[in-house]
Structures are given as C-alpha cells and as structure tokens.
C-alpha cells in the first residue's frame, strides 16, 4: 500500500480550555516524543472528567436523545440537534431542567452541511466549547438492491455516513482546540456486519462508519481527539417499531437474544457516555458492540 503523507498543520496540541491537565505520575508528567520527532505531550494521559460541551445530532428521539440525557447527566453542556426543531427543544430543555446544565435545542437537517457553520457558531454561543460529538441522525430507508435509486441511496448515505464525515471535518478544530479529552461516537449498527435484503443502503452507510471510524482516529488521534463507533443491536425506539409490530418479531428477538431482552436507548446511552469520558482514554478506532449478545451466537 503506498504512504500518503498528509499536510501538517501543527505539532504542538493547543492547550485545553475546558479540561485541566492533571499530573497524576512521573509517566504521566513525561513528553513524549512524537513519530514526527517533536517533543508534545501526549493525548492519552489523564485528564479527569471532561465538562466541555457535547453535539448529538438525532437527539430528539430513541438513542441520540437517551445519549444526549446521559451526557448532561454526566455535567456536560449539550447541544441537541435533529430534523425536527420542536422535539429537539423540547428535549434540550427537559435536560436543563433535570441536570442544571446548559443545553440549547437546533433544528436542522443533517444531510445539508452548508447549515453545519451555522449551528456550530450557535451551539458554541449557547453552550460553550465543543468536545464532544455523537452522530445518532439515522434513517433506514428500506429497499431491495434490485429497487435502489440514486435518490434512495443518496437519501440514506448522506444522513447517515456523509453527515458523519463531514462534521467531522467541520467540528474537527473545534474539539481540537477545547482540548485532550475531545472525542467523537458514530452511532453504526451490527448491520454493519450482517446483511437484511431490505437494508442495503443502511448496511453500506453503516459498514461505512467503521471505516470512517479507524480512518479518522488516524488523523485526529495526534490532535488529542477520538473516535470510535457504537453498534447496537435491536433497541426499542421509534425507527425499529414498524419493524417490531410484525407479529412473532419482537418475540423472536428477545428469544435469539441471550440477555433474553431487546435494549432500551439507555443502554446504548451508557456506552456513548463511556466513549465520550476520560474512562476511555486509550480506546480509539475501534467498535463497541451493545447487542446483548445477539451477533456471538449469530443470532441475527
Ligand atoms: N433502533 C435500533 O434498533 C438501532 C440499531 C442500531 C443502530 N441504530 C442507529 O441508531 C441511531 C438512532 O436511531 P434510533 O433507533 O434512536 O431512531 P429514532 O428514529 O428514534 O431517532 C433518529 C433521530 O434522527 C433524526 N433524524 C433523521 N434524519 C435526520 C436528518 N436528516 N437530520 C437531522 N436529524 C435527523 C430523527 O428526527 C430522529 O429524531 C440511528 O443512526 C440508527 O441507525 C438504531
């Protein structure tokens, strides 16, 4: 394989703004030496609990809006973002309420980056800066490979992988800039592995954000931010119901499933805020699977 040397911009971290740098041992407190020769503090040493702010995009509904919950919970400042601008308020200011954090509800349609400058410039007025980002906007847009448009196709990949990539790419000085300890979670699926006839786009752009996920930890880890992907498994919320009305489904599932259960959005929740903290300090470019067991029996 040939070696692309990307443009450098910078060697030297820009210092946090949000997380204080702990010195918690002599290992800790030594530079390290950078593969580019230069002397730089390293992006995994402990840097306690992160408060900077956190982007959910699909946090009106299901597994973004759980996640989002989570995080201000956890003390992080949250901007809610989704397609419909009502839910996304509704439930920024139902985390406000409960964790006495500041959060701030934007509607916007993920799949048209020209708005992402935007909502970046009011996310960060309203809640400060950004080191954190989960991409949960979905759709599944079911249809057979021998059916597919372009227009469906398009429909599915742009919401749910191009939109992945390119606020990456937007956000991406943001969180490097507010400091060691940003990270990012995409929101995949274990149809990233297995395949349904109906889901061929939802397959591909999920397949796709486990790429994107090891590609990108490539170029962000050195700017002291992560990244890494969630699959979960069957999870009760409104994008599986049409699925789980079908009679013998949910039953089928829940029997397939060694935890016996179909997951709640707070199960994935749990993990995205596990990702986002200093407890995954060292993990990046990689997947974590949250399907209570269902693809090590290949139950799916
Ligand atoms: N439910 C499951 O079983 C399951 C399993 C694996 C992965 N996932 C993934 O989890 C993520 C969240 O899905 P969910 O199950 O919580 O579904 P959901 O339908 O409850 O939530 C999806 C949210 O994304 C928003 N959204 C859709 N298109 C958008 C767009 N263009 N711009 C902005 N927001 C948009 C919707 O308005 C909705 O609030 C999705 O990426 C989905 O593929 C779900």
Redesign the pocket.
Known sequence: MPTIKPKKTSTTPAPSRTVPRKRTSTADAAPARSRRGSARRVPWEHLGHPTSAVVV??A?????RASASHLAEAGRPVAF????ER?AKAAAKEAKAAWKVPTIGIG????NSARFADAIKASTKAVGPIGGLVH?????GPMQITDMDDANWDAVLD??LRAAAILTKQLAPELEHTGPGSAIVY?????AFFGHDFLPAYSAS?AGLLGLTRSACATLGPKGIRVNSVC????E????QPMLDIEGVRSGLETKTPLLRLAQ?DDIAKVVRFLLSDEARFVTGTQLIVDGGLTAIAGI
């Open positions: 995009t699909g009106a509904s299901g597994i973004g973002w989704d397609l419909d839910a916007i349609d993920v799949s949960a906007a979905g759709v599944s919401v749910n929101i995949s699926s274990i149809e999920k979960p498994g069957a999870v919320t409104p994008m599986l959005p």
